[in-house]
């Protein structure tokens, strides 16, 4: 097949045009990201200012420094509606009630048997019915001895869901390890430090399972469609 020199010139140019036109659209995408970026770091830098960043001791003197068991209907507020941040994790345990958790400016429900997680940095507030029982457990980091499991916790990890709803038999058998958890600390004999280290292991070794058991088959938006919401919920909470 032969091609004349006015072919060739047009299939030149259009090969050009279309190199060129997909240089423009990444020069786009990148004033695009970096407006973005921007806009997000402002939004952050005001964010921050304004939420304070709690610790342990500010919110109860705890046995164990590094690890706490609250029961919600005695020592917890079922009002928290300033937002705020933590530098430790915390997991809340539903047992009955209602209400509204409200996590990085998204509203979840609150119903019975749900478990919410929350990473440190994260900001979360609720406004929970009197009436609601259950648990809210405190850890650091640093209090895990196997540190290679905390990179292995889904429920933690930055744009996957911040709960789980649980049967009840799974809810009994995560209130029985509770219990023993608050006992443990209440008694402080030998070796309890040692003990509560693997007593919380098994509990979030267990929730971590629940939790890829009741997401792993569902729908869940790929890592940067979630950045994506959640820096238009952030933007729409900053300046609305």
Same mark, same amino acid.
């Given at each position: 097949?032969?091609?004349?020199?006015?072919?060739?010139?047009?299939?030149?140019?259009?090969?050009?045009?279309?190199?060129? /036109?997909?240089?423009?659209?990444?020069?786009?995408?990148?004033?695009?990201?970096?407006?973005?970026?921007?806009?997000?770091?402002?939004?952050?830098?005001?964010?921050?200012?304004?939420?304070?960043?709690?610790?342990?001791?500010?919110?109860?003197?705890?046995?164990?420094?590094?690890?706490?068991?609250?029961?919600?209907?005695?020592?917890?507020?079922?009002?928290?509606?300033?937002?705020?941040?933590?530098?430790?994790?915390?997991?809340?345990?539903?047992?009955?009630?209602?209400?509204?958790?409200?996590?990085?400016?998204?509203?979840?429900?609150?119903?019975? &048997?749900?478990?919410?997680?929350?990473?440190?940095?994260?900001?979360?507030?609720?406004?929970?019915?009197?009436?609601?029982?259950?648990?809210?457990?405190?850890?650091?980091?640093?209090?895990?001895?196997?540190?290679?499991?905390?990179?292995?916790?889904?429920?933690?990890?930055?744009?996957?869901?911040?709960?789980?709803?649980?049967?009840?038999?799974?809810?009994?058998?995560?209130? /029985?390890?509770? /219990?023993?958890?608050?006992?443990?600390?209440?008694?402080?004999?030998?070796?309890?430090?040692?003990?509560?280290?693997?007593?919380?292991?098994?509990?979030?070794?267990?929730?971590?399972?629940?939790?890829? /058991?009741?997401?792993?088959?569902?729908?869940?938006?790929?890592?940067?469609? &979630?950045?994506?919401?959640?820096?238009?919920?952030?933007?729409?909470?900053?300046?609305?």
């Amino acid at each position: 097949m032969h091609y004349n020199l006015f072919q060739i010139n047009s299939y030149k140019k259009n090969k050009s045009c279309s190199v060129l /036109n997909k240089i423009k659209d990444a020069y786009k995408v990148i004033i695009l990201i970096t407006l973005y970026s921007c806009i997000l770091f402002d939004v952050m830098k005001k964010t921050n200012k304004a939420i304070p960043l709690l610790k342990i001791e500010d919110i109860i003197e705890p046995d164990f420094s590094e690890l706490v068991v609250l029961k919600q209907q005695e020592k917890g507020k079922n009002k928290l509606l300033n937002s705020h941040k933590h530098d430790f994790y915390l997991v809340l345990f539903i047992a009955s009630g209602s209400g509204i958790h409200n996590i990085d400016a998204k509203d979840y429900k609150v119903t019975d &048997r749900r478990v919410f997680f929350v990473a440190p940095g994260q900001t979360h507030s609720w406004n929970m019915d009197e009436q609601t029982l259950g648990y809210q457990l405190f850890f650091k980091a640093n209090f895990i001895t196997n540190h290679v499991l905390m990179s292995e916790w889904p429920m933690f990890k930055q744009g996957n869901f911040p709960y789980i709803d649980v049967s009840v038999v799974q809810y009994e058998l995560i209130f /029985n390890e509770i /219990n023993q958890l608050q006992q443990e600390i209440e008694n402080k004999e030998a070796y309890s430090t040692r003990i509560l280290n693997h007593r919380l292991t098994i509990i979030l070794t267990l929730l971590s399972r629940w939790y890829h /058991n009741q997401w792993t088959n569902h729908d869940i938006l790929s890592a940067p469609h &979630r950045l994506i919401e959640r820096f238009k919920t952030l933007l729409e909470s900053s300046y609305h």
